[in-house]
């Protein structure tokens, strides 16, 4: 009987996954194979679900949001396992599992799961993180890391639209640099996104992205005034922004170079799927086919 490595967050979304275990266990049993679970916690560093992993291991099977499905892919690549992955996506926003047509039905995911075959994505590389999804800075980044979780749940894009509304009169863009073989630009940015996926807080962004395709969408959004810039972000909640937008740069790569040209770079935060991402300067790499995946 080959194993399945199972991860979960008991934590992510509203703890949905602890009531679907033993429904879990008994399709993955149906179909012989067995479960063998980790339990995140803070206990509990996440590098030890990967210490007994060998070749008796069909798949991993993680459960959680975007950060933890971010976590995983990066263990999975700093011990060199090139086993499939399978998401049950148990999260808040659940961005990269509904790209790829996950939905909340635990079980329908399951079965969809054990009657698929692996297929081979591309992942974004920054400086030595790797990202499923993608990797922000700027008003973005910063409306998300501070709109609780439960208005998250509550209103969705509505969180993220009125937090932005209300930090745009204080927030500064940056002042940065971006060169790749098919765009350069030198000026502010008040958000910057590099896509491998397409939604970011379940709002469509970079609607034109393929995950198979071995290129990023970057967008990068330049400050106006007050008016101009919330004609921009309600463009992105329509998911028009890309076909017209004077404030807006989009443009596909597979290799880019950022720098911050601020003095307080340092300060800057940044996000990759939902974890803190890395400073600058920054090298973005799309990998591509680098993750088999089962969906």
Same mark, same amino acid.
Request: proline fraction near 3%; glycine fraction near 8%; include cysteine.
């Given at each position: 009987m080959k194993k399945v490595k199972f991860i979960y967050n008991p934590f992510s979304g509203e703890n949905l996954i602890l009531t679907q275990l033993d429904k879990i266990i008994k399709l993955y049993q149906e179909k012989n194979l067995q479960i063998i679970p980790f339990r995140i916690s803070l206990d509990t560093p996440l590098e030890r679900a990967f210490i007994d992993i060998d070749e008796t291991y069909d798949h991993i099977l993680a459960a959680g949001g975007d950060g933890t499905i971010n976590q995983v892919v990066n263990l999975m690549k700093s011990n060199n396992l090139d086993l499939p992955l399978a998401v049950l996506p148990v999260g808040t926003a659940n961005d990269f599992a509904k790209?790829?047509?996950?939905?909340?039905?635990? *079980? *329908?995911?399951? /079965? /969809?799961?054990? !009657?698929s075959t692996p297929k081979?994505?591309?992942?974004?590389?920054? !400086? &030595?993180k790797y990202f499923i999804n993608?990797?922000?800075?700027?008003?973005?980044?910063d409306v998300s890391q501070k709109t609780p979780t439960h208005l998250k749940n509550i209103f969705g894009k509505l969180a993220y639209y009125y937090s932005g509304i209300k930090e745009l009169p204080t927030f500064k863009s940056v002042n940065i640099e971006v060169?790749?073989?098919e765009m350069n630009y030198s000026g502010e940015a008040l958000i910057f996104f590099v896509f491998n996926g397409k939604t970011a807080g379940n709002i469509n962004i970079a609607y034109n992205s393929e995950?198979? &395709?071995?290129?990023?969408?970057?967008i990068i959004v330049k400050p106006g005034s007050v008016v101009s810039t919330i004609s921009s972000l309600l463009k992105f909640f329509k998911?028009?922004?890309? *076909?017209?937008?004077?404030?807006?740069?989009?443009? /596909?790569?597979? !290799?880019l170079k950022v720098n911050c040209k601020d003095f307080s770079s340092n300060n800057i935060t940044t996000d990759? &799927?939902?974890?803190?991402?890395?400073?600058?300067?920054?090298?973005?790499?799309?990998?591509? !086919?680098?993750?088999?995946?089962?969906?």
């Open positions: 790209l790829i047509g996950a939905t909340s039905d635990i *079980e *329908e995911n399951c /079965k /969809k799961i054990l !009657n081979a994505v591309d992942l974004g590389l920054v !400086n &030595d993608v990797f922000s800075y700027g008003l973005f980044t060169e790749s073989e995950i198979t &395709d071995g290129l990023l969408d970057v998911g028009e922004h890309l *076909e017209e937008s004077t404030n807006l740069i989009h443009f /596909k790569t597979a !290799n990759i &799927d939902g974890e803190p991402g890395p400073e600058f300067p920054l090298t973005i790499t799309c990998l591509t !086919n680098s993750l088999n995946l089962i969906f």
